[in-house]
């Protein structure tokens, strides 16, 4: 520090000479003067130390805040999102437990409604067989009694068709020979 400020007292007395146009009389460009390196030197350590101080005090500071801030974010978002995925998963995971137990549960009430219906086809196939049987039944009692009385009737017509040939041939026959000849004839 003390360096720069004995250079700037050492420059104050060559300030009206670079104003009037520098020694000698020429025209030279003030950066390559070498009369003049001294305070160009001392004006560049105390911009370099005033930059170098504001930004290592005021700025590196609050950029170091926002980019820590930044990485909180980050990390926080990263950890959110790794959590909503872990949800995500454990949401899957019931939900497809979920789907298992719905096939199963669908399963088992297809195979119960397979059941019943197949016990109630069951019963009806009886049902109908029980009326089929007795319809049989009775129609083979119809047909039985229809024989009977076709028999009966058989009887009847044999005898009078007996009768007429008998009179026919020229003969007078019976009741008893005619019954006889149809017992005969049956037998």
Do not use: C
Request: charged share 20%; proline share 3%; net charge neutral.
């Amino acid at each position: 520090m003390r360096f720069v400020l004995v250079t700037l007292i050492a420059t104050l007395p060559a300030l009206p000479a670079l104003a009037a146009g520098g020694e000698g009389g020429g025209h030279r460009f003030p950066p390559f003067d070498s009369s003049t390196y001294a305070s160009q030197l001392f004006w560049l350590v105390l911009t370099f130390g005033t930059l170098y101080a504001l930004m290592s005090r005021v700025a590196l500071p609050r950029i170091g805040s926002v980019l820590e801030a930044r990485r909180e974010m980050i990390e926080g978002s990263l950890r959110a999102a790794s959590a909503a995925q872990k949800e995500a998963e454990e949401q899957a995971a019931a939900l497809e437990a979920s789907l298992t137990k719905a096939r199963a549960n669908a399963q088992a009430i297809a195979g119960e409604a397979r059941d019943k219906s197949a016990k109630e086809i069951e019963a009806q196939r009886v049902s109908v067989e029980k009326d089929l049987a007795g319809n049989l039944a009775a129609a083979e009692a119809r047909i039985a009694e229809t024989k009977a009385k076709a028999m009966g009737n058989v009887e009847g017509i044999a005898k009078e068709a007996v009768a007429a040939i008998v009179e026919q041939l020229g003969g007078k026959a019976t009741d008893a020979a005619v019954a006889k000849a149809i017992s005969a004839a049956q037998g």
